[in-house]
């Protein structure tokens, strides 16, 4: 049973540009739920999507968004980056959601700001 | 605002010693998840506590829950190299909130 697959494994931008991370779940689990992780903060909850809506935000501002396709498939979009943006962000599947659920996750997309 | 103290952030020891990892919380949680995350990966489960007072084994890990739901602690016997990595605690509230621990960086020595 392949894995989450998170894609670009890295990348760099420049303040002010957007980027737009993937995120592919394990197949038949619903629930698309994305994380921040910085040395300093230690793992942040973005938000959750579940069957293309999204259920569960977490205190990151607007310039955070993201969206589920019908195949659960998830996207994450950062606009008017800034250098506190630079983490690695993790997105995690699961059948039924993020409370009580194992969570399975991708390895990460390295997302530098220069 | 709900807090999950982790700690120690920062443990180094020799192969063969024993140490133990703790989370706790002035809030009550329905649930609490251990993971292990090794470098240029992401977090892989190692178990879910649920009932108060619970206690859990996977091989060389005891994992426990406390009594009130507010704590628990993740205790490994004879460390191994292969046991390095970052340990995060994760509980959910009984609202469904979300909480993490800050991490744990574990280095076994050989």
């Known amino acids: 049973k392949a894995g989450v697959t998170q894609t670009p494994r890295y990348l760099i931008k420049t303040r002010g540009q957007q980027v737009t991370l993937s995120c592919s779940p394990i197949s038949g689990h619903r629930s698309v739920s994305w994380y921040q992780q910085t040395p300093g903060q230690g793992l942040q909850f973005l938000f959750e999507y579940f069957s293309e809506t999204q259920r569960n935000k977490g205190n990151f501002p607007g310039r955070f968004s993201g969206r589920q396709f019908s195949n659960s498939r998830s996207e994450m979009n950062v606009s008017t980056l800034e250098l506190g943006d630079s983490a690695l962000y993790l997105c995690a599947s699961s059948q039924q959601g993020v409370s009580n659920q194992p969570q399975h996750f991708g390895d990460g997309t390295r997302l530098s700001i220069l | 605002t709900q807090l999950l103290e982790q700690s120690p952030q920062f443990l180094s020891i020799q192969e063969g010693e024993n140490l133990t990892v703790y989370c706790n919380s002035s809030?009550?949680?329905?649930?609490l998840q251990w993971y292990r995350q090794e470098p240029g990966e992401g977090p892989v489960l190692l178990v879910t506590?649920?009932?108060?007072?619970e206690v859990k084994k996977l091989k060389r890990l005891t994992f426990q829950f406390g009594d009130a739901r507010k704590d628990s602690s993740l205790h490994i016997t004879a460390a191994q190299p292969g046991d390095t990595g970052l340990y995060l605690c994760w509980g959910s509230s009984n609202t469904g909130k979300l909480i993490f621990g800050q991490g744990t960086t574990l280095q076994v020595k050989p």
């Open positions: 809030s009550v949680f329905s649930s």
């Open positions: 506590v649920v009932t108060g007072g």
